[in-house]
């Protein structure tokens, strides 16, 4: 079974015109200190440029650089500083509290004095990224392109409906077991593997059956 899913995977249309190019950057890394706990040190990023949804053309990405768990949330093509300070608060603060630290680059809206004013006052400290120094969001342009393939894959004749699929893209990526620790971020963040699909379902299915 592993090699004809190999097989299939590697012959597959779709994986092909939509895969990932690896390239190792250029010059020397400048990495930044490691983080020490769960949802203390974060990084943020939009992708923009999708087709609209329900009014939404672009997905808020927030990742824990200590687990590698990411949360994921829309917003429209128009967008405040508040509104992302708000669908922040939403997606973050009220679930992991304020961050030490939030890496990002230097978007207009997150350079707002009421942005840099809200993180100063809560004692997080805020580090943008540079030309010269382009490491530091590094994790979050991985994630970027992990998640982008993956709704490519399942929307790729209908990409209106991407935003269908972004709660399951979060289920799966918070899922999967990290290169880095050999565990997923679910176990990283809650100490016990997260619960699969099958185990959630009766043996007996006639009773979903129309």
Not at 28 to 37: E, M, V
Not at 86 to 109: A, T
Request: proline share 8%.
């Amino acid at each position: 079974m592993r090699q004809d899913v190999h097989t299939f995977v590697t012959e597959c249309e779709i994986y092909q015109q939509t895969k990932i190019s690896a390239q190792k950057p250029t010059g020397l890394l400048q990495p930044i200190p490691p983080p020490n706990k769960c949802w203390e040190d974060l990084s943020l990023d939009f992708i923009v440029g999708l087709h609209p949804y329900e009014g939404n053309c672009i997905i808020l990405v927030v990742v824990d650089r200590f687990a590698k768990a990411a949360h994921f949330s829309m917003l429209p093509r128009s967008f405040s500083a508040s509104k992302v300070v708000g669908l922040f608060m939403h997606m973050i603060c009220k679930l992991h509290g304020f961050p030490k630290s939030l890496i990002s680059d230097q978007d207009p809206v997150l350079l707002s004095q009421f942005w840099r004013e809200l993180f100063h006052l809560s004692g997080t400290k805020l580090r943008m990224s540079i030309t010269y120094h382009p490491q530091p969001d590094g994790q979050t342009e991985v994630i970027n392109e992990v998640l982008q393939q993956y709704l490519r894959c399942f929307v790729h004749h209908k990409p209106s409906l991407w935003g269908k699929f972004l709660p399951w893209a979060k289920w799966c990526f918070n899922s999967i077991i990290n290169a880095s620790n050999k565990m997923t971020s679910f176990e990283v963040m809650y100490g016990h593997p997260s619960p699969s699909i099958p185990q959630g379902l009766s043996s007996d299915t006639s009773k979903y059956c129309c």
